[in-house]
């Protein structure tokens, strides 16, 4: 029996709905495997946390959260509390201490789904992003002074290690080696004068450790635009922290929305939980009506499994997904249907367990 302890962060908005979905079918994985037990304990942290308590999460929050395995995250976000709190103090400490420096995000038009670019399908949109995911334009340094003068002054630091850049490129370039060998690099640097061109060159550096992937950089905006027009010619795609964020809910939007979209925050040496998230956040026009869609939550375990070495399971999760798009009865609104989250969620998971029989899990 292999044994594996997750720490489960429901959050804000829709956060708790979609995260319930994606138990069920963690539940489900041990049903059908047998052999993978998941030890998990819930934490109520969060925005209505923080209105007892002051906090985010308890002044402790990491030092209870790092000897787990695994953290499912839900989403953070709520209009009782200022955004730039609820993220400082819960989301962002979890990714930047726990070197969580992947943040992997497929962006994938799956089967059932039409994009909204025309003429574009399932082999056209079909790519990675790969964001540094705990420096760059996320660094936590800057300040403001003569607050509320004419003299008021905001500034704001972007970061870039040697380390942490080529911790990150590194990662890309791999993925691309085993993918279809072809990496675009995200960057800026005929505006960006500094952080930029030192990211350019590390790209060309640890490109010739690299001799049979296919490096192109392009710069962000002339990207974001070619996602839309030309989306077929990517990979791997990887880019900065904020390039990153940036590109990956212009990725959700043309494959189907960020009801869809899963993310994983790795931490590839293991010496800390990886967390598994959905993309979109905590959707607050929405919460509480049921009618979220679990799907981005729920491939989000597949993301995780592929971490814990079960790429198969991975794999039968997105085979789930797709064959109940497909069959196109059960969609919440966001996809154009009416079902509820659980409907969605129910549905998923009991096509895998059809889909289950005579797999060797
Ligand atoms: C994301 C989100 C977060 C980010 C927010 C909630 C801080 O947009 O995961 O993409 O910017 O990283
Ligand atoms: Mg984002």
Same mark, same amino acid.
């Given at each position: 029996?292999q044994h594996?302890?997750m720490a489960v962060i429901?959050?804000?908005?829709?956060g708790?709905?979609?995260?319930?979905?994606?138990l069920? #079918?963690?539940k489900?994985?041990e049903e059908?495997?047998?052999g993978?037990?998941?030890?998990?304990?819930h934490?109520?942290?969060g925005?209505?946390y923080?209105?007892?308590s002051?906090?985010? #999460?308890p002044?402790?929050g990491?030092e209870i959260?790092k000897?787990f395995d695994?953290?499912l995250?839900?989403a953070v976000g709520?209009?009782?509390?200022?955004?730039?709190?609820?993220?400082w @103090?819960l989301?962002?400490?979890?990714?930047?201490?726990?070197q969580?420096?992947?943040n992997l995000?497929?962006?994938k038009?799956?089967r059932?789904?039409?994009?909204?670019?025309r003429y574009?399908?399932h082999?056209d949109l079909?790519?990675?992003?790969?964001? +540094?995911?705990? +420096?760059?334009?996320?660094?936590?340094?800057?300040?403001?002074v003569?607050?509320?003068?004419p003299?008021e002054?905001a500034m704001?630091?972007?970061?870039f !290690?040697?380390f942490? !850049?080529e911790?990150i490129?590194?990662y890309a370039f791999?993925?691309? @080696?085993?993918?279809?060998?072809?990496l675009?690099v995200?960057t800026?640097?005929?505006?960006?004068?500094?952080?930029?061109p030192f990211?350019?060159e590390?790209?060309k550096?640890?490109s010739?450790n690299y001799?049979?992937?296919?490096?192109r950089?392009?710069?962000i905006d002339?990207?974001?635009?070619?996602f839309?027009?030309?989306?077929e010619?990517?990979d791997v795609?990887?880019?900065?922290?904020?390039f990153?964020?940036?590109?990956?809910?212009?990725?959700?939007?043309?494959?189907g929305?960020?009801?869809?979209s899963?993310?994983g925050?790795?931490n590839p @040496?293991r010496?800390y939980?990886?967390?598994?998230?959905?993309?979109h956040g905590?959707?607050?026009?929405?919460a509480?009506?049921?009618?979220a869609?679990?799907i981005a939550?729920i491939?989000s375990v597949g993301?995780m499994m592929?971490?814990?070495?079960?790429?198969?399971?991975?794999?039968?999760i997105v085979d789930?997904i797709e064959?109940?798009?497909?069959d196109?009865?059960i969609?919440?609104?966001?996809l154009?249907? !009416?079902?509820?989250?659980v +409907?969605?969620g129910?549905a998923?998971?009991?096509k #895998?367990?059809?889909?289950a029989v005579g797999h060797?899990?």
């Amino acid at each position: 029996m292999q044994h594996f302890s997750m720490a489960v962060i429901p959050g804000d908005g829709i956060g708790p709905e979609v995260t319930n979905e994606a138990l069920k #079918m963690i539940k489900m994985v041990e049903e059908l495997h047998g052999g993978i037990k998941f030890y998990s304990e819930h934490f109520e942290w969060g925005c209505d946390y923080y209105l007892k308590s002051g906090r985010m #999460m308890p002044e402790n929050g990491l030092e209870i959260l790092k000897d787990f395995d695994v953290l499912l995250f839900g989403a953070v976000g709520a209009k009782t509390v200022p955004d730039y709190i609820s993220v400082w @103090e819960l989301i962002l400490p979890i990714r930047q201490k726990f070197q969580q420096y992947v943040n992997l995000r497929p962006i994938k038009l799956l089967r059932g789904l039409e994009s909204p670019l025309r003429y574009k399908n399932h082999e056209d949109l079909d790519f990675v992003v790969i964001r +540094e995911n705990t +420096e760059g334009e996320y660094f936590n340094s800057g300040g403001r002074v003569h607050e509320g003068t004419p003299y008021e002054l905001a500034m704001q630091n972007s970061v870039f !290690t040697r380390f942490g !850049t080529e911790r990150i490129l590194n990662y890309a370039f791999t993925l691309a @080696e085993k993918r279809k060998k072809n990496l675009a690099v995200a960057t800026k640097s005929n505006a960006i004068n500094f952080t930029m061109p030192f990211w350019d060159e590390l790209v060309k550096e640890i490109s010739g450790n690299y001799p049979g992937v296919q490096t192109r950089l392009y710069h962000i905006d002339a990207l974001a635009a070619y996602f839309v027009s030309r989306p077929e010619e990517f990979d791997v795609v990887v880019g900065s922290n904020l390039f990153g964020d940036i590109l990956t809910d212009l990725g959700a939007a043309i494959v189907g929305g960020l009801g869809i979209s899963p993310s994983g925050n790795i931490n590839p @040496e293991r010496a800390y939980p990886s967390m598994f998230e959905p993309i979109h956040g905590s959707a607050p026009d929405i919460a509480g009506k049921g009618i979220a869609n679990p799907i981005a939550s729920i491939w989000s375990v597949g993301l995780m499994m592929d971490h814990l070495g079960h790429n198969h399971i991975g794999k039968l999760i997105v085979d789930s997904i797709e064959a109940v798009l497909v069959d196109g009865k059960i969609r919440t609104p966001d996809l154009g249907g !009416t079902a509820t989250t659980v +409907e969605m969620g129910e549905a998923i998971i009991s096509k #895998m367990a059809q889909l289950a029989v005579g797999h060797h899990l």
